[in-house]
């Protein structure tokens, strides 16, 4: 998805964020989209790298899958979670660095997308994106530059790197676990060739 696609209102209901006290903020930092970081432009290594070194962001892997096939990695960018390094491929979310207080550090307009449009409900397990939206699509153009990005900062491909994180997280993280487990019985996309090829198809499942 590009910067010019249409995109949901955000919103903000403090009285209900209250009533839980931010379990989201607390325990799923939310996932940027390209255009929090580059509005009207295009992301590049040093927009991308300066969110990294800032402690504003780290990269974080979603999966998508098509037909039963091998899983590939959708890189995206989310919020930091505290202690989180900047390359949190397979690292379960923790409290958000940017949550001060009771609030975001942030004025709504600032925050990443996921965050600013989240719909909260008097029922946290009913909060949700609007219409079921995902945050994935709007970086799949994006998965050269943050697999490039992963490489050059890890020193190794970004196929060892996030197995490298699985295998090492997966007896002390839930999210490393079942990536692991998931990655175990299916199989991961060995290229990024056969990701992108992954990747297309299940973009073509979401139409």
């Known amino acids: 998805m590009s910067a010019d696609t249409m995109m949901t209102k955000r919103v903000e209901a ?5 009533k839980c006290g931010g379990y ?15 509005p009207g432009g295009r992301l590049d290594e040093q927009i991308v790298g300066e969110a990294l070194d800032s402690g504003l ?7 998508a899958s098509a037909d039963g096939c091998r899983l590939a990695p959708i890189f995206t960018l989310a919020t930091r979670g505290v202690d989180r390094p900047p390359l949190s491929l397979c690292h379960e979310a923790t409290r958000c660095v940017h949550l001060k207080g009771d609030r975001c550090r ?22 949700g994106m609007p219409n ?18 992963i490489e050059r900062r890890s020193g190794r491909s970004w196929y ?28 991961l996309a060995l290229s990024s060739e056969e990701a992108d090829a992954i990747i297309a198809k299940w973009m073509e499942s979401l139409e």
Request: net charge negative; charged share 25%; proline share 6%.
């Open 106 to 127: 942030y004025p709504l307009e600032k925050r990443p997308y996921e965050c600013a449009v989240m719909v909260p409900a008097e029922n946290i397990s009913q909060c």
């Open 57 to 63: 962001a780290v990269i974080y892997t979603s999966f």
């Open 24 to 38: 989201c903020c607390l325990n799923v930092p939310g996932k940027f989209i390209p255009d929090d970081l580059a």
């Open 14 to 18: 403090r009285d209900l964020c209250a």
């Open 160 to 187: 060892r790197e996030l197995m490298s994180q699985a295998e090492e997280r997966r007896h002390t993280d839930n999210y490393a676990y079942g990536a692991y487990s998931i990655i175990q019985a299916l199989g």
């Open 132 to 149: 079921d939206e995902l945050i994935e699509p709007y970086w799949v153009e994006y998965q050269e530059l943050l697999r490039g990005i």
